[in-house]
Nanobody
Framework: QVQLVESGGGSVQAGGSLRLSCGAS????????MAWFRQAPGKEREGVAA???????SYGDSVKGRFTIAQDNAKDTLYLQMNNLRPEDTAMYYC????????????????WGQGTQVTVSS
């Protein structure tokens, strides 16, 4: 069983930065692919960025050039560096893990963390 625990959320002004972390445990093959999703009130969950264990990445258009997904396999930790934050980035951010493939579709991920809140004020 894979367990995921996010941390690093908080409140920041527009233009600021935050780094989210996701500690992972469990079978490595079950978390061959990891991703960050976000969900704002009243909106559908959105795939922000994804990464394979070999380091291939995928980003949503709204965060390209501002967010960077990375992982430290030795520490079993996933990161999301968020720069130049905007009010529209305000959401609950979730870490996800799975083995199907590199994707930003929530249907391909089997394990989810509890989420960490990010609030960006203008």
């Amino acid at each position: 069983q894979v367990q995921l625990v996010e941390s690093g959320g908080g409140s920041v002004q527009a233009g600021g930065s935050l780094r989210l972390s996701c500690g992972a445990s469990g079978q490595t093959w079950q978390r061959a692919y990891m991703a960050w999703f976000r969900q704002a009130p009243g909106k559908e969950r959105e795939g922000v960025a994804a990464i394979s264990r070999s380091g291939t990445t995928s980003y949503g258009d709204s965060v390209k050039g501002r967010f960077t997904i990375a992982q430290d396999n030795a520490k079993d930790t996933l990161y999301l560096q968020m720069n130049n934050l905007r009010p529209e980035d305000t959401a609950m951010y979730y870490c996800a893990a799975g083995w199907v493939g590199l994707s930003r579709s929530q249907n391909t991920y089997h394990y989810w963390g509890q989420g960490t809140q990010v609030t960006v004020s203008s």
